[in-house]
């Protein structure tokens, strides 16, 4: 079984000052409250190619999610493919709404079993929504104050 969340936020501010933030990874950690760090397996920091770990922790649950860069186009989208524990991919795309951006989220996760497998994914997934709304929330107010 695989879940999948798809979430959209409205940011005013054009998609070039919102590419700024999305593209700079290490950053993330200031506007997701479930990324606690992020370590680059590599000198590479952009682009597709890079590898990185990233300290997760949902509620009692930390792990330490692997993810390889596999989509890049400059200005627009970032797909990173999950390995470890959780498996699967995600997409961030920015697309310009006038002055305004959307930012769309797609996450598809399959939980190993050491979380539950597929009964862990169901008891996660509204967690998850809930705090990746929430993440997207804060990234809106961080571009936007820019």
Do not use: Y
């Amino acid at each position: 079984m695989t879940t999948t969340i798809e979430l959209e936020q409205s940011i005013a501010a054009p998609i070039d000052r919102c590419w700024q933030h999305l593209c700079d990874l290490e950053s993330h950690t200031t506007w997701m409250k479930d990324a606690l760090a992020i370590e680059f397996l590599g000198e590479q920091t952009q682009g597709v190619g890079v590898t990185m770990r990233c300290k997760t922790r949902i509620g009692p649950f930390t792990t330490n999610d692997v993810m390889d860069v596999r989509l890049w186009e400059e200005g627009r989208q970032i797909g990173v493919a999950h390995r470890g524990v959780v498996t699967g991919e995600g997409v961030f795309t920015l697309s310009a709404q006038g002055a305004a951006t959307t930012l769309a989220w797609r996450e598809s996760l399959h939980f190993g079993w050491l979380l539950g497998g597929p009964v862990g994914e169901i008891i996660a997934k509204p967690i998850m929504k809930r705090i990746w709304k929430a993440n997207l929330q804060r990234f809106a107010q961080l571009v936007e104050g820019a």
